[in-house]
């Protein structure tokens, strides 16, 4: 750890007011270069905390950065996660209010709900795939609270890897019929096709996203209990918006799922 506890203490103070006042800030790592990962999930991890101790509940957790695409979209070659607080989830269909947010993107995910906790390190896609009760189609609402959605990997992970809403839809399914190496997508933008993808894209396999994360979490002790929301990653590059669009994700056997701006 390059931060003293008070640096993170500040710096989760600073992070969580930009997200609840919709207000871009400079990236952290400018005014402390020396920042590591681990200083970047201490700041999440306390933004967390502060979270909870006022009542707000934790619904799951999400992959970050776990397709070329993303990666290549922000510049940042390293998988990451982040939490999911329950203010952050929308209905299927919902239209909400863009004010909330500062420059929000949408990109499709596939979702895992566990039925038996998961622990690390060592967890690798037969455990995961033991562990899933069912898949959902997913869309998450990411915004980065950077300037110009610009940052390092640091600072991304304290900004909870830019977590802002999400919505669950479509049908859930257990595995045992499904391939999700080779599920197609298609995100649409007002009607017109936007990105393409198959869940490959994703480590390979999206179930690889659960085994990282559950094996990052373990490296601070945590596992991931029975019944917790995976988001396993942008499987295309993420569609900006603006008040007035709709986000619409088809995918092959799992259904549909929508989320609208106003
Ligand atoms: C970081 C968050 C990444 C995903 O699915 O890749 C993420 C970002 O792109 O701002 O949620
Ligand atoms: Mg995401």
Redesign the pocket.
Known sequence: MALSKETVSDLAGFLERAELEARAVPQISLQHPGITEEDGYAIQHEIRRRKQARGTRIVGI??????RA?MK??G?DQP?Y?FLADYFAVNDGERIDIGKLIHP?V?P?IAFVLNRELEGPGCHIGAVLAATDFVMPAL?V?D?RYEN?K?DFPS?VADN???ARFVLGGRCRALEDLDLRTIGLVLEKNGEPFSFGAGAAVLGHPAAAVAMVVNLLARRGESLPAGTLV?T??VTE?VPVAAGDVVLLRTQSLGSVSIGFK
């Open positions: 999400k992959a970050g950065l776990t397709s993303k979209q922000v940042v990451s982040g993107r990109e995910e998450e990411i980065s959605f940052f991304v890897s830019s977590s988001l990653g942008g993420a």
